[in-house]
T-cell receptor, first 109, second 115 residues
Framework: GQQVMQIPQYQHVQEGEDFTTYCNSSTTLSNIQWYKQRPGGHPVFLIQ???SGEVKKQKRLTFQFGEAKKNSSLHITATQTTDVGTYFCAGRSNYQLIWGAGTKLIIKP | GAVVSQHPSRVICKSGTSVKIECRSL??????MFWYRQFPKQSLMLMATSNEGSKATYEQGVEKDKFLINHASLTLSTLTVTSAHPEDSSFYIC???????????FGPGTRLTVT
């Protein structure tokens, strides 16, 4: 079936270091969404990418959608403690929204 | 704006009983509502999608007779876990999209524990 693979499962970083999570789909996506779930909280919508090769920025967050619309990435520059949480991608294919497994961002003490 | 509430936030029930979870959109009309299940440290698993006034569309492997979904109005959807068993214990989250919208607004979730 259709799948969206998200890696890595966890990423430990020192505060101030960068963080990146990647999503790869087995099929071409019509769009991809990104969500953030804080520990103990519920997912919150971050952004939707629709166009091939699209790049969008939200302050220290940079979202990319691949040229083939099969992969996407989220990059956080200079992580802060407020960035802690799990980041999910969700790709839309054939009217279905397929969720990645999430990448948990952990700030090392 | 775009607030979704869920009730109850936590529920403990005995094996064999049924539990109803409510999902409400407080300040917008939710044309589509989604029900998810989330296991500890795992991703969201979509259970079903419901459009107001229509029967819910269940994902493969989700028993429709066990997880009854009703979306009778544009602001309310309910999930009833019938004849609950301990393996049904989980975190259930609903989300909703408004007319013409694509982003999902999530409720705070309901922690179900079946003893």
């Amino acid at each position: 079936g259709q799948q969206v693979m998200q890696i890595p499962q966890y990423q430990h970083v020192q505060e101030g270091e960068d963080f990146t999570t990647y999503c790869n789909s087995s099929t071409t996506l019509s769009n991809i969404q990104w969500y953030k779930q804080r520990p103990g909280g519920h997912p919150v919508f971050l952004i939707q990418l629709v166009k091939s090769g699209e790049v969008k920025k939200q302050k220290r967050l940079t979202f990319q959608f691949g040229e083939a619309k099969k992969n996407s990435s989220l990059h956080i520059t200079a992580t802060q403690t407020t960035d802690v949480g799990t980041y999910f991608c969700a790709g839309r294919s054939n009217y279905q929204l397929i969720w990645g497994a999430g990448t948990k961002l952990i700030i090392k003490p | 704006g775009a607030v979704v509430s869920q009730h109850p936030s936590r529920v403990i029930c005995k094996s064999g009983t049924s539990v109803k979870i409510e999902c409400r959109s407080l300040d917008f009309q939710a044309t589509t509502m989604f029900w998810y299940r989330q296991f500890p440290k795992q991703s969201l698993m979509l259970m079903a999608t419901s459009n107001e006034g229509s029967k819910a569309t269940y994902e493969q492997g989700v028993e429709k007779d066990k997880f009854l979904i009703n979306h009778a109005s544009l602001t309310l959807s309910t999930l009833t876990v019938t004849s609950a068993h301990p393996e049904d214990s989980s975190f259930y989250i609903c989300s909703a999209t408004g007319t013409g919208g694509f982003e999902q607004y999530f409720g705070p979730g309901t922690r179900l524990t079946v003893t």
